[in-house]
């Protein structure tokens, strides 16, 4: 093997950097990489790379994971310039020349937004940056002079943050990382089965048609959003969790009491509202449950196969998704009591809520399930008599 990428790669991965081949004397990745965003690349996969692209020049993915960097990108003679007159510190760290500036790399927490920062001086947090031994690129010190990213810098890109609810937005979704968002954490999805909806982002946002890249902007795909612009994102919260931000709405005035910032979905949260036809924030108990149904979809889970005995009069369709929701439920303690609320079955079966009303009456009535008490003013549910017990693996 030859070239910058075969000679450079596994020194690169062994700092900790996910790393990308790039067409040679361009910024453009030879192959995918989006879920190098959020998962540390092996050292087979690295080798595997260098193998089919031994000549290309080589990327590494700001913002981890593994050792996470930001890159201040002097552009021009007035970066110094500016940097003086702030007061902003620049202590030594790892920096290389290109052929239009100095490139000063230090450590960070996570992906960060990219940011328009003073004059000719651009911070990059997240995405692809060129490095040596590429095409006109050079070490002036090298990563072993990392440090970290002085406090002021930090404030200066949340200051950025901050005031995205003032900019255009839907026409800067793809270039702002809207990062640190307050996003929740997944509530009790391990215990309904398994693999951290986190770790399947890539794969669900493919499930459902979107593009599968943390900053690049689409048109939002939540019911109801009919723009024809990039309007939503996809950016890592501040705890990891993979969110959706909806850059065309705002979550009230702040004089009302609301944070003027859009708001942010989960990807649990946007499935559920992709498949329900309407868009929906998601309590803990439902939110786990959705993420279990997403899990089943992408043929990650399996959950176990309940006999309820539908009436002739309740379409395949919506017998199914009952018996997946009991299946759901049981995964992990079968016979425990199933909540049916009109309203989450009306959003599970995508049917409206006189309908959802209509359908647990019919449910009752034929025997395919009983009513056993309520907790919390939820009416739980199992199969009905005769049928409790007689759970088979799928």
Not at 73 to 89: K, M, N, Q, T, W
Not at 164 to 180: C, E, M, P, Q, S
Not at 248 to 272: K, Q
Request: hydrophobic content about 40%; proline content about 9%; some cysteine.
């Amino acid at each position: 093997m030859s070239g910058a990428f075969a000679s450079d790669a596994p020194a690169y991965h062994a700092h900790g950097l996910n790393i990308v081949p790039v067409v040679p004397g361009t910024k453009r990745s030879a192959v995918a990489w989006s879920r190098w965003q959020h998962e540390r690349q092996t050292a087979a996969e690295v080798g595997e790379l260098a193998r089919e692209y031994p000549d290309g020049d080589i990327a590494v993915i700001l913002g981890g994971p593994g050792l996470s960097l930001g890159d201040l990108d002097h552009d021009g003679p007035a970066a110094v310039a500016s940097v003086r007159a702030e007061r902003l510190p620049l202590p030594p760290t790892a920096a290389f020349e290109a052929r239009r500036g100095h490139h000063l790399l230090y450590r960070t927490t996570g992906p960060l937004p990219r940011t328009a920062m003073l004059p000719d001086l651009e911070f990059l947090g997240s995405g692809l940056l060129v490095v040596p031994r590429s095409a006109g690129r050079h070490w002036l010190l090298d990563l072993d002079h990392l440090t970290d990213l002085p406090r002021a810098w930090l404030d200066r890109v949340a200051a950025t943050r901050d005031t995205l609810h003032n900019v255009n937005t839907t026409t800067t979704a793809a270039r702002y990382a809207y990062a640190y968002l307050a996003a929740p954490r997944l509530s009790g999805s391990e215990e309904l089965g398994g693999c951290p909806v986190g770790g399947v982002w890539p794969a669900a946002a493919r499930l459902l048609g979107l593009p599968d890249e943390l900053g690049r902007g689409f048109r939002c795909p939540l019911p109801g959003h009919e723009e024809r612009r990039a309007s939503a994102a996809w950016w890592a919260g501040e705890n990891g969790v993979i969110v959706l931000v909806d850059f065309h709405r705002r979550d009230g005035e702040e004089a009302h009491g609301g944070s003027g910032r859009p708001p942010v979905y989960t990807v649990p949260e946007v499935f559920a509202s992709i498949r329900a036809g309407r868009t929906l924030k998601l309590p803990g108990t439902s939110h786990a449950v959705w993420a279990a149904r997403l899990q089943v979809e992408l043929g990650l889970l399996r959950p176990p196969v309940v006999p309820l005995r539908f009436p002739a009069s309740v379409g395949a369709p919506v017998s199914e998704m009952v018996r997946l929701l009991f299946g759901i439920h049981w995964l992990r303690e079968p016979g425990k009591p199933v909540p049916l609320s009109w309203r989450f079955v009306s959003a599970w079966c995508r049917i409206d809520e006189r309908a959802a009303g209509a359908l647990v009456c019919t449910l009752l009535a034929a025997g395919t399930i009983r009513f056993v008490g309520k907790h919390r003013g939820i009416s739980l549910f199992l199969p009905g008599a005769g049928e409790l017990g007689r759970v088979r693996p799928e």
